[in-house]
Nanobody, 127 residues
Framework: QVQLVESGGGSVQAGGSLRLSCAAS????????MGWFRQAPGKERKFVGS????????HYSDSVKGRFTISRDNAQNTLYLQMNDLQPEDTAVYYC????????????????????WGQGTLVTVSS
């Protein structure tokens, strides 16, 4: 049973940047798609972006495209989310997730759909 642990959340001003990390332990996830979701207060969990294990193909939600970048270091079994030009609407708990199959939209946030989830890290953006 692999564990996913997010880190790097915090409070920033609008226009600032943060980098989130998701470290996996227990076994390698080199052949898993890994990605990020977020859940704002009182809202449903939404897809942010994902990174395929083979070929490095990425998908992003329209709301973050051009501002957020996903990368991964398979040697360290770690996924990253670089967030630039943060806005108050980006405030949410951010979760990393992993699955053997590609995922690229909100449907994958449904309970039981993806194999692995982290515990979340809070990002707060103030104006």
């Amino acid at each position: 049973q692999v564990q996913l642990v997010e880190s790097g959340g915090g409070s920033v001003q609008a226009g600032g940047s943060l980098r989130l990390s998701c470290a996996a332990s227990g076994r390698t996830l080199a052949r898993y798609t890994m990605g990020w979701f977020r859940q704002a207060p009182g809202k449903e969990r939404k897809f942010v972006g994902s990174h395929m294990w083979n070929g490095g193909r990425t998908h992003y939600s329209d709301s973050v495209k051009g501002r957020f970048t996903i990368s991964r270091d398979n040697a360290q079994n770690t996924l990253y989310l670089q967030m630039n030009d943060l806005q108050p609407e980006d405030t949410a708990v951010y979760y990393c997730a992993a699955d053997p199959y590609e995922f690229r939209s909100d449907y994958a946030a449904a309970a039981g759909y993806l194999e692995l989830w982290g515990q979340g890290t809070l990002v707060t953006v103030s104006s």
